[in-house]
């Protein structure tokens, strides 16, 4: 057992825009939280991985070729491997707890 500090908190990314880290890895799967400020912009890629995102604080929508949505705190998102996706409108900080599996760029090509 291992308690994840830090998983899903807020702190603001600076200069860079956006932030990432991860928090927990394992062959299986990573744990991270990823912020991005209010009016700022999502400049992730696919992921090799499917994911999960549980939005721990702010406000915006995740778009995806198929649908757009509104998040906030506690809204659960998961995105399968290969799927474009962004959040947009970001109008409060938004916090995530992300869940890969397998782990964070462990597949080299979507299956």
Request: hydrophobic share 35%; proline share 6%; with cysteine.
């Amino acid at each position: 057992m291992e308690i994840i500090e830090g998983a899903g908190t807020w702190k603001h990314p600076g200069e860079a825009g956006n932030d990432w880290a991860e928090q927990l890895r394992t062959s299986d799967l990573s744990v991270g939280t990823y912020c991005i400020p209010a009016g700022g912009l999502d400049t992730q890629s696919p992921h090799t991985e499917d994911e999960i995102y549980v939005v721990t604080s702010g406000r915006a929508k995740i778009q995806t070729p198929d649908r757009t949505a509104d998040v906030g705190p506690g809204t659960v998102v998961f995105v399968p491997a290969g799927e474009e996706h962004r959040f947009i409108d970001v109008t409060e900080d938004l916090a995530l707890l992300v869940v890969f599996g397998p782990a964070f760029g462990s597949r080299t090509a979507a299956s």
